[in-house]
Structure formats: C-alpha cells, structure tokens
T-cell receptor, first 114, second 115 residues
Framework: AQTVTQSQPEMSVQEAETVTLSCTYDTSESDYYLFWYKQPPSRQMILVIRQEAYKQQNATENRFSVNFQKAAKSFSLKISDSQLGDAAMYFCAYRSRNTDKLIFGTGTRLQVFP | NAGVTQTPKFQVLKTGQSMTLQCAQDMNHEYMSWYRQDPGMGLRLIHYSVGAGITDQGEVPNGYNVSRSTTEDFPLRLLSAAPSQTSVYFC??????????????FGEGSRLTVL
C-alpha cells in the first residue's frame, strides 16, 4: 500500500523569506500524481501545485515550486517570498492512476512571521 | 458554479444517534470519496466510489455506510454515532482513472461532534 510521510509537524518562516516543506512517499507504481494542498483556518482544501510522475520537469506555480525526486520518492514544496496569507496547514498527497485513491500525509503547519 | 456541496456544515449528536452527511457534485465526476480529518493524522479515507452502484472501503470504514445511487450524490451514514467519530468530514470528487490534472475537488467540510 502507498504511504505519504511529512516529517515536519510545524515550520515557521519570516515574511519575504523562503521555506521548504518536506514530503516522502512509498509506492511500487511508476505512474501517479503528487499534490500539495493548503488548508487555511477556513478549513477549505485548496490545491497549491501538482506533479505527474512521468514528467521530469519540476512543477511551478508563481511563488510555489516543487523538487520532485522520483528515484528517492521525495516531493518537497518550496515557497518563495513568503506572505502572511501563506500561513496554513499543508498536506502532501499521492494519487494512483490505478486505484484513484488520494492518500494524504499528516500535514505541516506553516507559520509566517512579519 | 457549485462544485462539491456538503451538508450540514456543523452537527452535534448524542451517542447512539444516527445521521447522514450529504455530498453532491455537479461536475459529472465518476469518482467520489469521504475523508475524516483528525488532529495530527491528516485526512484518512473512509469510503469511495468509482461510479453509480459501486462503492468500496478505504482506511477507516468501520461505523460508516455509503451508497451511490446517482453520479451526483454520495451520502455518508453513521448508523450509531460514537464519540470516536467526532471529527471533520470532507467529501471529494474527481475524474475516474485520472486524466489531465488528476486532482480531487473538495467540499467545505462538516464538523461533527458526538457527545
């Protein structure tokens, strides 16, 4: 069975600085999706960025980028120029093309200080 | 543009009571699923469905029932609520055998408290 591990329960960053959130996963599959979701205090799940496993190029979305290391099964999220509105829980997630299920890590709470 | 709609948003139950959390989506998604979110445990999959008439268990199915009579609706039933079912529940939907973006779309969540 696939698993997703986020080893940093909490992280903090100064406004305008850069922070990296870690995620590792375990799978025997070769074709899958990886996601980072943001959950602000409103508890709405918001998609931040996605990566398809067959694409070697790392995904980027404005200030958000990932470092996807398929062989190492690592999928970290880098937030550049951090803003107060980035403060939230961040969840790493894996979705299999074969089973459709979306599996989540336990989350990292990000605090942003002015 | 409704997306995924969950009701109710808040509910308080007594132990042993039953209730149904409703979930509806208007995006013609084949895949629908229910998660529960507990502190320090992320989101855990309860049940999922890949189409009308087809359901299957996730990681934590005990105490919950689901059915999928239409593509649009995927209700979650608690037959005899227990305090251990106090949680925030999310419904999510997406395309089956994901094409394109592969993402799931989430409802706003339902906070359930069992006394």
């Amino acid at each position: 069975a696939q698993t997703v591990t986020q080893s940093q329960p909490e992280m903090s960053v100064q406004e305008a600085e850069t922070v990296t959130l870690s995620c590792t996963y375990d799978t025997s599959e070769s074709d899958y999706y990886l996601f980072w979701y943001k959950q602000p205090p409103s508890r709405q799940m918001i998609l931040v960025i996605r990566q398809e496993a067959y694409k070697q190029q790392n995904a980027t979305e404005n200030r958000f980028s990932v470092n996807f290391q398929k062989a190492a099964k690592s999928f970290s999220l880098k937030i550049s120029d951090s803003q107060l509105g980035d403060a939230a829980m961040y969840f790493c997630a894996y979705r299999s093309r074969n089973t459709d299920k979306l599996i989540f890590g336990t989350g990292t709470r990000l605090q942003v200080f002015p | 543009n409704a997306g995924v709609t969950q009701t109710p948003k808040f509910q308080v139950l007594k132990t042993g009571q039953s209730m149904t959390l409703q979930c509806a989506q208007d995006m013609n998604h084949e895949y629908m699923s229910w998660y529960r979110q507990d502190p320090g445990m992320g989101l855990r999959l309860i049940h999922y469905s890949v189409g009308a008439g087809i359901t299957d268990q996730g990681e934590v199915p005990n105490g919950y029932n689901v059915s999928r009579s239409t593509t649009e609706d995927f209700p979650l039933r608690l037959l005899s609520a227990a305090p251990s079912q106090t949680s925030v529940y999310f419904c999510a939907s997406g395309l089956f055998k994901p094409q394109g973006t592969g993402e799931l779309f989430f409802g706003e969540g339902s906070r359930l408290t069992v006394l």
